[in-house]
């Protein structure tokens, strides 16, 4: 008999477990379905590495689970086959070492530069080791936790990804620390403690996954991103005629995102600092140009990504576009069809609106939003002409970028959609 536990796929934490297509007695073969979870904000298949039949199952529908925990225990045919699954974490163990010691609580003195923060942090020599496996730094990366002020749970001080989760949840709901230190108080009322059912009848609503998922993130990135929105409007009535001609000569239904995704895509190319990377005092300019293209799910919103858009067709983003928004209303989308963006594009146009300020999705610098075109008469010298105009607002990290450029940036995007050809040049 073999205890078969989870391989770590990245899920980020304790994930709930949504379908279990196997039962006991039945024979499985290597790299079977066992198990499918929803982990950030997508499903993943779990997969028995050996064959055997399984002889028990040992989690439910809707149980919360992690990596390492067992999930069955399988019947293999000989000991060849029952050689043990590949440990979750990918890191050798670290040497045995006494797990980090909370620091103590100190009260508050006026002489200090800063009270003591709510939340006990470990005490950790600036020269150790932290030890976290490459899945765990990654959560840590997106989510801008500080690892070495992490107390690790794990094995010898290992860091966990609930470790990551709870110091992140922990930061946010902490009330910010004491100005002095800035010499600045923002002089806040707490917020307001209210019971909703004194005045009525209410209705209390579970968050989505999605929702619980994206909450903290969005948080973080508009607390800590001094965000500065630019807006600007693109005439879109030749790209848009140049859109129906081809639909109409080659039968496609395709949108004017896919074009205008495009247009940023060539943008980008000549303003590079819009698709970077901020680190400490550097700006990590990215040679490729992955844009995320926000898709609206009955759980949320998610944010697949199109990736080389410079180096694909407008066909061809299309068609990788009308795949990912139908993987994601599917709630098929693996975490990797949400990573690596560098620039993200959220469109509205098919519902409404005059405008919007997006929030960045860091660590990019940089995300478009895009409002409903509309048909409005411009002076062309002569006279007023009905045209397509988009409204356009850019949000943007004012640490790695300034208003001019933003400006000269999106003025770039209006240019390519106005005028399409000067992509080619």
Excluded at 81 to 87: F, Y
Excluded at 102 to 126: K, L
Excluded at 228 to 252: C, Y
């Amino acid at each position: 008999m073999k205890e078969i536990l989870i391989p770590d796929m990245g899920m980020g934490g304790a994930v709930p477990v949504v379908e279990i297509p196997v039962q006991p007695g039945q024979h499985i073969t290597a790299g079977q379905t066992v198990l499918v979870i929803e982990a950030d904000k997508a499903t993943l298949d779990v997969p028995c590495e050996i064959e055997g039949t399984v002889l028990e199952i040992l989690v439910a529908l809707g149980d919360q689970v992690s990596a390492g925990q067992p999930m069955l225990r399988l019947e293999v045919a000989g000991a060849a086959e029952a050689a043990p699954v590949p440990a979750p974490a990918p890191d050798a163990a670290p040497p045995a070492a006494p797990a980090p010691a909370a620091a103590p609580a100190v009260a508050p003195a006026p002489a200090a530069p800063a009270p003591a923060s709510a939340m006990a942090e470990p005490v950790r020599d600036p020269e150790a080791a932290v030890y976290a496996s490459p899945s765990v730094r990654r959560m840590a990366f997106r989510l801008g936790a500080d690892l070495s002020r992490i107390a690790g749970s794990g094995r010898n001080g290992r860091i966990t990804p609930e470790d990551v989760e709870a110091w992140v949840k922990a930061r946010l709901a902490a009330p910010a620390p004491a100005a002095a230190a800035a010499q600045t108080s923002l002089g806040l009322m707490p917020w307001p403690k209210l019971n909703p059912e004194a005045y009525g009848p209410v209705e209390r609503l579970p968050l989505s996954r999605i929702g619980r998922l994206s909450g903290p993130a969005l948080q973080r990135n508009a607390v800590l991103i001094p965000h500065v929105t630019n807006f600007d409007e693109a005439d879109l009535t030749e790209l848009d005629a140049l859109r129906k001609s081809v639909n109409a000569t080659e039968g496609r239904k395709d949108s004017i995102l896919p074009y205008i995704a495009k247009a940023c895509a060539a943008a980008l190319k000549l303003h590079p600092k819009f698709n970077a990377v901020l680190d400490g005092e550097d700006l990590i300019l990215r040679r490729y140009v992955h844009i995320g293209i926000a898709a609206d799910t009955p759980e949320g919103l998610v944010v697949p990504v199109l990736r080389d858009v410079d180096k694909k067709s407008v066909r061809e983003l299309s068609d990788e576009m009308a795949s990912l928004a139908a993987d994601a209303r599917a709630g098929r989308l693996k975490p990797a069809d949400m990573q690596g963006a560098g620039f993200t594009i959220s469109s509205l146009g098919g519902i409404g609106g005059t405008g919007f300020t997006p929030i960045i999705n860091a660590p990019e610098v940089a995300i478009l939003g895009l409002a409903r075109a509309q048909i409005k008469p411009v002076w062309d010298g002569a006279g007023f002409a009905p045209r397509l105009i988009q409204p356009m607002a850019l949000s943007w990290d004012h640490r790695a970028c300034d208003g001019v450029a933003a400006a000269r940036f999106l003025r770039t995007i209006a240019d390519f959609t106005g005028d399409f050809r000067r992509i080619l040049l």
